[in-house]
C-alpha cells in the first residue's frame, strides 16, 4: 500500500482537527506523530477488465480528495469501471460520499460502473442514511447479481 500526499503542515505545525495525510504508518510530519487513525492509505490493482481501489483510514473533507484522486485514476485505467473495497474504512463523511457520487457520475458517462465492495459499518451506515447504497451495488442480470471475484 502506499499513501498519497495532498498536503503538509509547516514543521512543528498542525492543524487541530484536521488528520496527517501521506504519512506512513511510524512516521511523522512535523513534531507530531500521527496515531493509526490518521492515514489515509489507498492501493489498486488491475481484477479482468475492472480496477480495484482498497481505502484504509478515514475519509473526510482533507482526506476525500486523496481518495478522489486514486479512484479517477482507476477509472481511466479500467475497462469496465471500478470497485471501490471500503471494508478498512473507520471515517466517512459527505466529502467521501460526494467524491464516490461524482465517480459514479463520470463512470456512467464513459459507459462504465462503480461498485463498493465491503462496505465497513460506518460506510454503510452514511450509505444507508442517504439512500445511496442502491447506486453502488453489483448490476443484476436474469434476477440474479454479478458477484466481483474476490482477490486471492
Not at 474504512?89 to 460520499?97: E, K, N, P, Q, T
Not at 460526494?98 to 458517462?109: G, H, V, Y
Not at 442514511?129 to 451495488?137: D, I, M, P, Q, V
Request: contains cysteine.
Amino acid at each position: 500500500m502506499h499513501a498519497r500526499d495532498i498536503s503538509v503542515p509547516e514543521p512543528g505545525h498542525r492543524p487541530p482537527y484536521g488528520p496527517v495525510i501521506g504519512t506512513a504508518p511510524g512516521t511523522s510530519a512535523g513534531s507530531t506523530p500521527p496515531g493509526p487513525s490518521t492515514i489515509l492509505l489507498t492501493d489498486s490493482y488491475p481484477e479482468g477488465p475492472r480496477k480495484v481501489v482498497v481505502v484504509n483510514g478515514e475519509v473526510d473533507y482533507e482526506t476525500a480528495p486523496v481518495m478522489s484522486a486514486a479512484l479517477r485514476d482507476a477509472l481511466r485505467d479500467s475497462a469496465e469501471g471500478v470497485d471501490v473495497d471500503l471494508s478498512a474504512v473507520r471515517f466517512w463523511d459527505c466529502s467521501a460520499l460526494n467524491a464516490l457520487l461524482r465517480l459514479r457520475r463520470d463512470a456512467l458517462a464513459h459507459g462504465k460502473t462503480v461498485i463498493v465492495r465491503s462496505p465497513s459499518r460506518t460506510v454503510r451506515r452514511v450509505l444507508g442514511l442517504t439512500g445511496t447504497s442502491r447506486l453502488f451495488r453489483p448490476p443484476v442480470f436474469e434476477g440474479r447479481a454479478v458477484t466481483p471475484p474476490s482477490r486471492p
